[in-house]
């Protein structure tokens, strides 16, 4: 897939795309005759993690840590005190997004008690 397929894909910017290949978080699989990045379907499920852990508040370094992770968990030749310690990484950044996730949902309360306060006022 070229990045405009991708970006479609993925709801992220061109600009957001090509700023994670250049940071090295997702690098395109391949390059066309003409230098065009192609994607792959695996490449396009990293930007979504990737776009998933944006909203919770995760750093570049951390998105990379988890993203290798995840790549030793589905290497089926990794040797198994690989997949534990990855394992344990994973359950930490399961543990920090349900966190953020319990954040938002008050941050969502609060807005949608707002929401009601004004327009009961503004009818």
Same mark, same amino acid.
């Given at each position: 897939?070229?990045?405009?397929?991708?970006?479609?894909?993925?709801?992220?910017?061109?600009?957001?795309?090509?700023?994670?290949?250049?940071?090295?978080? /997702?690098?395109?699989?391949?390059?066309?005759?003409? @230098? *065009?990045?192609?994607?792959? !379907?695996?490449?396009?499920? &990293? %930007?979504?993690?990737?776009?998933?852990?944006?909203?919770?508040?995760?750093?570049?370094?951390?998105?990379?840590?988890?993203?290798?992770?995840?790549?030793?968990?589905?290497?089926?030749?990794?040797?198994?005190?690989? /997949?534990?310690?990855?394992?344990?990484?994973?359950? @930490? *950044?399961?543990?920090?997004? !349900?966190?953020?996730?319990? &954040? %938002?949902?008050?941050?969502?309360?609060?807005?949608?008690?707002?929401?009601?306060?004004?327009?009961?006022?503004?009818?």
């Amino acid at each position: 897939m070229q990045i405009g397929q991708v970006a479609a894909r993925t709801e992220l910017s061109l600009k957001t795309i090509r700023h994670y290949d250049e940071v090295g978080l /997702v690098t395109p699989s391949a390059r066309s005759a003409g @230098g *065009f990045r192609l994607y792959t !379907e695996g490449d396009v499920q &990293r %930007l979504l993690v990737i776009r998933r852990m944006k909203p919770l508040g995760f750093s570049l370094e951390e998105m990379r840590e988890l993203l290798a992770a995840l790549d030793v968990i589905a290497d089926t030749g990794a040797v198994p005190e690989a /997949v534990a310690a990855a394992r344990t990484v994973l359950a @930490g *950044f399961h543990e920090r997004a !349900e966190d953020s996730c319990a &954040r %938002l949902r008050t941050q969502l309360a609060y807005a949608e008690e707002l929401t009601s306060l004004l327009e009961s006022h503004a009818g």
